[in-house]
C-alpha cells in the first residue's frame, strides 16, 4: 500500500472565473505527501499559498484536479464526507491561534476531542501528554491570555492533532513570533512531528526552519516545483 496519505494532481483554482479579473492562482499542482513526511512551503506572498492549504485541506474545493486523502478522491464528494475527512484526518494551524479565549489550553486541547466522542477524562489525558511534548504542561489550566505567544502557538498545534490526524496543514504558524521564540515552536512543532508520524505540509517564510524540513516545495507561478531553502529569496 502506498504510504501516500495527501495526494494533489493536477489542481487548479481560479478567482473571479468568467470576470475580467479573472486570477489563474493555482495552474496544475501536484504533491504526494507521505506518512512521516514534513514538507516546507515556500512562496512569495501572493502566490498562492493559503489557496493551496484550503484546497488540501477540504476547505475550498479546486476548479481543475484531484485530491486524495489515505487514497480516496475527497476533491468533488459530498460534503458529509468531505467535512468527516476534514474532522478525522486532517489538523489545521494557522499564523494567529484562534484559541477560544474562554476556555483553558487544555480544554480547548479536550474540546474537538470530546465533539468526536471521546470522553472527558480521556480527552483531557491525551491533551496533558500532548502539552507535555511541547513543554507547556505547567499552562495546562491557564487561559490563552495568559499565555506568551510561543505557547499559544504550541498549545494550537496541541489542539490540532487533538484527534490524531494523519495530515498537518500549517499556514505560516511562527510567522507572528520573534526568531528565538519561531525556533523553539518549530522545534516543538518537529517533536510532536516525530513522534506521531503524521504527514505534514508547513508554509513559511522561514528560510532556515524551511531547510530543516525532510524537503522544499516551491509555489511558482501556480505550479509546484521542488526547490532549495537557501535558493529561495
Ligand atoms: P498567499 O497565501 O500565497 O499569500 P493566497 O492564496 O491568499 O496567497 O492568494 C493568492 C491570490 O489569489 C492573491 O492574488 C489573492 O488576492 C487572490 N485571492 C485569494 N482569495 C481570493 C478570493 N476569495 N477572491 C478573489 N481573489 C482571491
Do not use: W
Amino acid at each position: 500500500m502506498s504510504d501516500v496519505v495527501l495526494k494533489l494532481d493536477g489542481v487548479e483554482k481560479f478567482y473571479n472565473k468568467d470576470l475580467a479579473g479573472e486570477i489563474h492562482v493555482l495552474r496544475g499542482v501536484d504533491l504526494d505527501l507521505k506518512a512521516g513526511e514534513m514538507v516546507a512551503l515556500v512562496a512569495p506572498s501572493g502566490a498562492g499559498k493559503s489557496t493551496l492549504l484550503h484546497i488540501a485541506g477540504l476547505l475550498d474545493e479546486a476548479d481543475v484536479g484531484v485530491v486524495e486523502i489515505g487514497g480516496k478522491e475527497l476533491g468533488g464528494t459530498s460534503d458529509r464526507r468531505r467535512t468527516k475527512a476534514r474532522r478525522e484526518d486532517i489538523g489545521f494551524v494557522y499564523q494567529f491561534h484562534h484559541l477560544l479565549p474562554e476556555f483553558s489550553a487544555l480544554e480547548n486541547i479536550s474540546l474537538p476531542q470530546m465533539a468526536n466522542g471521546v470522553s472527558k477524562k480521556a480527552a483531557a489525558e491525551r491533551a496533558q501528554e500532548l502539552l507535555d511534548t511541547v513543554g507547556v504542561a505547567h499552562r495546562a489550566h491557564h487561559r490563552p491570555a495568559e499565555l506568551s505567544g510561543g505557547e499559544q502557538q504550541r498549545v494550537a498545534f496541541c489542539r490540532a492533532l487533538a484527534n490524531k490526524p494523519r495530515i498537518l496543514l500549517a499556514d505560516e504558524p511562527t510567522g507572528n513570533l520573534d526568531p528565538a521564540t519561531s525556533d523553539q515552536v518549530f522545534d516543538a512543532l518537529m517533536r510532536l512531528v516525530r513522534e506521531t508520524g503524521l504527514a505534514a505540509l508547513v508554509a513559511t517564510h522561514n528560510m532556515a526552519l524551511a531547510a530543516r524540513m525532510d524537503r522544499v516545495v516551491r509555489l511558482e507561478n501556480g505550479v509546484l516545483v521542488d526547490g532549495q531553502a537557501d535558493a529561495v529569496a
